[in-house]
């Protein structure tokens, strides 16, 4: 499983302007919704209720939001990178400006569990996360994303 099998370029939004947590969520959902043609609010609420277990904020400014949903046929990725960075519980109590929303069929087990691993490690290269910071359009991130520089050594 390729990083490009999880998302699309159209799947991108490099300046999303939420405010809060609870936005973020929402506008990724209502494009998760778009690319799947699942109900957003199913995607949103599914998302939600994995948050109230514990915050997805990794830390750096990344959160990886991720649920499961019955009627999802593929797992599907949706990136964001915020405007200006807001809340998120995460674990280093810093906000957060890239969010990777991952939803995958409900039993998806290992193959979920493999992409989720495979955005934390693309997400754990500081090269990379700079460069997504600093990129300019969906078509610049989507290119990092299937060609990520290499991880230190």
Same mark, same amino acid.
């Given at each position: 499983?390729?990083?490009?099998?999880?998302?699309?370029?159209?799947?991108?939004?490099?300046?999303?302007?939420?405010?809060?947590?609870?936005?973020?969520?929402?506008?990724?959902?209502?494009?998760?919704?778009?690319?799947?043609?699942?109900?957003?609010?199913?995607?949103?609420?599914?998302?939600?209720?994995?948050?109230?277990?514990?915050?997805?904020?990794?830390?750096?400014?990344?959160?990886? @939001?991720? &649920?499961?949903? !019955?009627?999802?046929? =593929?797992?599907?990725?949706?990136?964001? *990178? /915020?405007? #200006?960075?807001?809340?998120?519980?995460?674990?280093?109590?810093?906000?957060?400006?890239?969010?990777?929303?991952?939803?995958? @069929?409900? &039993?998806?087990? !290992?193959?979920?569990? =493999?992409?989720?691993?495979?955005?934390? *490690? /693309?997400? #754990?290269?500081?090269?990379?996360?700079?460069?997504?910071?600093?990129?300019?359009?969906?078509?610049?991130?989507?290119?990092?994303?299937?060609?990520?520089?290499?991880?230190?050594?």
């Amino acid at each position: 499983m390729e990083l490009e099998d999880l998302i699309r370029q159209d799947a991108i939004l490099p300046q999303l302007k939420a405010s809060s947590k609870k936005q973020v969520l929402q506008e990724l959902a209502q494009k998760a919704a778009e690319l799947t043609a699942l109900d957003e609010r199913e995607i949103f609420d599914t998302v939600m209720e994995r948050e109230r277990l514990g915050s997805t904020g990794v830390g750096n400014g990344i959160a990886i @939001p991720h &649920g499961k949903l !019955a009627a999802l046929d =593929k797992i599907t990725g949706v990136f964001g *990178r /915020l405007a #200006r960075p807001v809340g998120f519980d995460a674990l280093d109590d810093e906000p957060v400006d890239l969010v990777f929303l991952l939803i995958a @069929p409900a &039993g998806s087990g !290992a193959d979920h569990l =493999k992409a989720l691993s495979k955005i934390a *490690r /693309l997400l #754990r290269n500081p090269e990379m996360v700079a460069s997504l910071r600093a990129s300019q359009d969906a078509a610049e991130i989507y290119s990092l994303i299937k060609s990520p520089p290499p991880a230190p050594a």
